[in-house]
């Protein structure tokens, strides 16, 4: 493990690219996917096409989609926006169907309620279906999360920079070390991610905090009086 130890600082550098090429493509992906599920999860006639599509597009093999874009839009295969925009579509294809489930899960009694006091379609999404929703989508995006972390390193092979370098440079040079390296700082950037986005979850959504905290599930009217407690 002396390669390690002489290479902290390399690792560190790759890790906080890695970190930036990963989260870009979480965060664009979730802003995609609730817009798509919305559409899937209103009108019936196209949620099938919706979600098949979109789930289809997690089929395409990471280094061959690397290779299509660039050829399709005209920009550097080695840019690193020609990563980020392939780990968006992965993104979009996991997250659609988490959105258009989630708002599936929202009691129907619910959304009649905020609509009996008053609330209009913008505002009862925002404030009550969508975060009734958010346990079901937080749950997608987690696994969206670990998939893009992983994924990132493929990028290498396109001559983008990130923790893949380590298991390339490792393999070539048949330092073992290098690649449990690259191996082990994905595994940490995965769980830290997934522990932010469960914290953040437990902040956007009390009510989630309160179930666990009581060892049961809340009804649906405890829950419709929490959202529209935290809405009003």
Do not use: C
């Amino acid at each position: 493990m002396n390669w390690v130890g002489d290479n902290l600082d390399l690792i560190l550098g790759l890790t906080l690219v890695h970190l930036k090429q990963s989260a870009t493509p979480i965060v664009l992906g979730l802003l995609l996917s609730v817009p798509l599920g919305w559409v899937a999860w209103r009108y019936r006639l196209v949620r099938g096409p919706v979600i098949v599509l979109t789930g289809l597009l997690y089929t395409i093999p990471s280094l061959a989609l690397l290779i299509l874009l660039p050829a399709v839009f005209g920009y550097s295969a080695t840019d690193e926006p020609n990563l980020i925009i392939a780990l968006t579509i992965y993104a979009v294809a996991i997250l659609v169907r988490a959105v258009a489930d989630g708002l599936d899960s929202v009691d129907p009694d619910v959304r009649q309620a905020a609509t009996a006091m008053g609330y209009a379609a913008p505002r009862r999404f925002f404030t009550v279906e969508l975060p009734l929703a958010g346990p079901v989508i937080l749950a997608g995006l987690r696994v969206a999360a670990v998939s893009t972390i992983s994924l990132a390193t493929v990028g290498i092979l396109i001559g983008v920079e990130n923790l893949g370098y380590l298991f390339t440079n490792g393999l070539q040079r048949r330092i073992i070390a290098e690649v449990l390296a690259g191996v082990v700082a994905v595994v940490v950037i995965a769980l830290v991610i997934d522990v932010l986005l469960v914290l953040l979850g437990r902040m956007l959504m009390p009510w989630t905090r309160a179930t666990s905290a009581g060892g049961g599930a809340l009804s649906p009217s405890k829950a419709r009086r929490a959202v529209v407690r935290s809405a009003a």
